[in-house]
């Protein structure tokens, strides 16, 4: 084993895991847990690893165990409609609707909007992203390799500042941890499980993985068990990585709250601290590291979304689909940062349940011998019940329904509730295979 795959292949991969979920994007969402949870960081921090870190890395194992070749086919075991509409909305929300959006708010909020007065009013956003898209879809319609070399200088220089910036806060930390605020005084937890929908990690684990696999396999590895040893190395390799980044930023978010307040979002907590410790010219680089990795990631989602949609509607061109995603993007960055997070939320709590369960499915695949009613009915009592978590999130309180799900449902009031629903679903899928079976109907995927 070891000389068809070297440990050192497995590092590689392990890195490249990395870098592929810490994005630019994700950098913002730590400070700000911390921040918000105060005194309570580490049990809040400790949730949101386990979205955070574990499930996408979990994603990544379960495309490996499965042995498909990409989501489509995964979810198909679900049936052949899921799997086009889970596919889709799964590459929406890393794509245009949030994540490409995310990585100009994030550059924006980070590279320029320190450096303007309160009062700059709408149009520097609206200047930046015209920019930032249009560059991002010239280089989506023509791939090169200066993206590339870019990625590979930019991401270590990164890494390092950020590194950097990590080692002073916890050596030097601003201030004390202050009280915790919104929901994180009661259930931290549980509240930082949630927050780690917000990296949509998990989400694109499904797209990365595929990426992983197909390195793996032309190393040399060829059977299951082989990849899922290269694959469980390197995973674990990026888990630690992935874990001491987020904790320390979660860390230098909440000794941040004495000297700076409470502020809006994750990417001018990140400026603010770079420039408390290293001054103007610190935001700077930052800010400058940040843009230019947040554009690489850009180009890459758009170009991946494109290649997907291309796929689906061959009659659209790549080239069409790249600058309509791009135009798109662009208005969708306009409404800002904090406000684009606050309307992932809802959407994300709705569909991340779904991505869960499909991952643990897969891994007890062969324990139910894949029966596709085992799939169908785990994921629909899971969506029934992540629809209205996703409803109440967004502000659409339907009282009587939450009550009842309070009275029977453990953790729902904790955006949970769709647990016990997922197995009991899939025992009653179970259940009506079996019924099925005896009348020559069984229904069973590979």
């Not at 979660?250 to 990417?267: I, P, T």
């Amino acid at each position: 084993m070891s000389n068809k795959v070297p440990f050192s292949f497995i590092v590689v991969i392990g890195l490249m895991l990395f870098a592929l979920f810490f994005g630019a994007g994700n950098l913002i969402f730590p400070p700000m847990l911390g921040q918000s949870a105060g005194i309570n960081i580490w049990s809040a921090n400790a949730g949101f690893l386990v979205t955070g870190v574990g499930l996408p890395l979990l994603g990544v194992l379960a495309l490996g165990f499965s042995g498909k070749d990409d989501l489509q086919s995964l979810a198909s075991r679900v049936h052949p409609v899921f799997a086009i509409v889970f596919t889709t909305v799964l590459y929406l929300a890393i794509g245009p609707l949030f994540a490409i959006p995310r990585t100009g708010n994030v550059s924006f909020e980070i590279g320029v909007k320190p450096f303007l007065s309160e009062n700059s009013g709408p149009i520097p956003l609206l200047l930046f992203t015209i920019v930032f898209f249009s560059i991002t879809c010239l280089f989506s319609l023509n791939p090169a390799k200066i993206v590339e070399i870019v990625g590979k200088v930019l991401t270590p220089i990164k890494l390092t500042f950020i590194g950097v910036l990590v080692v002073v806060a916890l050596i030097h930390p601003i201030g004390d941890f202050q009280a915790p605020v919104k929901n994180y005084s009661v259930q931290p937890f549980f509240n930082g499980f949630r927050e780690g929908y917000l990296t949509m990690d998990t989400l694109a684990s499904f797209v990365f993985g595929i990426m992983i696999i197909n390195a793996i396999k032309e190393k040399g590895a060829k059977t299951k068990k082989q990849i899922m040893i290269v694959c469980g190395k390197a995973t674990g390799i990026a888990a630690i990585i992935l874990a001491t980044f987020y904790t320390s930023l979660s860390y230098m978010g909440a000794s941040s709250v004495e000297k700076l307040g409470h502020l809006d979002n994750g990417g001018i907590i990140l400026a603010k601290v770079s420039e408390y410790y290293f001054g103007s010219y610190g935001g700077i680089l930052l800010g400058l590291m940040i843009t230019v990795a947040c554009l690489t990631t850009s180009v890459g989602l758009v170009s991946s979304c494109s290649t997907y949609f291309h796929k689906l509607f061959p009659r659209l061109s790549y080239k069409t689909i790249a600058i309509s995603l791009s135009i798109f993007s662009a208005i969708v960055a306009n409404i800002g940062l904090t406000q684009l997070i606050a309307i992932s939320i809802p959407v994300l709590t709705a569909i991340y349940p779904l991505a869960i369960v499909l991952i643990f499915l897969t891994f007890f695949h062969s324990l139910f011998k894949g029966k596709a009613e085992v799939y169908q009915g785990s994921l629909l009592f899971t969506f029934i019940i992540s629809l209205f978590d996703g409803l109440n999130q967004a502000g659409i309180h339907l009282l009587l329904i939450n009550n009842i799900f309070n009275e029977i449902l453990p953790l729902y009031e904790l955006g949970l509730g769709w647990i016990i629903p997922a197995i009991v679903g899939g025992f009653i899928g179970y259940g009506s295979s079996v019924l099925r079976a005896k009348f020559g109907l069984n229904h069973q995927l590979d």
